[in-house]
Nanobody, 127 residues
Framework: QVQLVESGGGLVQAGGSLRLSCAASGRTFSTYALGWFRQAPGKEREFVAA????????YHANSVQGRFTISRDNAKNTVYLQMNSLLPEDTAVYYC????????????????????WGKGTLVTVSS
């Protein structure tokens, strides 16, 4: 049973930084891609960033490119999302996701097709 547990959300002022963590367990993730999605109130869940567990290859959405960075620590089975230069429009619940089909799939699939999800962590950016 795959478990994904997010942490690190909170309230931050615009221009500030936060680091989200996702602790993954229940599976060997060598063939997986893990990623971050977000859902703002009244909006559809959207892709933010993803990482191929085996190689560390990454992909970031255009909206966060240059501000957010996804990384992973294999020894801790943890994926991180470093968020810098935060904007009020980054306010959302951030979800960790895991997809067995790999990096290209987690980037191109609709969120409903993704295999596993955490419960989310709220990030609020004040102006």
């Amino acid at each position: 049973q795959v478990q994904l547990v997010e942490s690190g959300g909170g309230l931050v002022q615009a221009g500030g930084s936060l680091r989200l963590s996702c602790a993954a367990s229940g599976r060997t993730f060598s063939t997986y891609a893990l990623g971050w999605f977000r859902q703002a109130p009244g909006k559809e869940r959207e892709f933010v960033a993803a990482i191929r567990w085996s190689s560390g290859s990454t992909y970031h959405a255009n909206s966060v490119q240059g501000r957010f960075t996804i990384s992973r620590d294999n020894a801790k089975n943890t994926v991180y999302l470093q968020m810098n230069s935060l904007l009020p429009e980054d306010t959302a619940v951030y979800y960790c996701a895991a997809e067995e089909l790999g990096l290209r799939s987690i980037v191109t699939m609709t969120w409903r097709q993704i295999d596993y999800w955490g419960k989310g962590t709220l990030v609020t950016v004040s102006s």
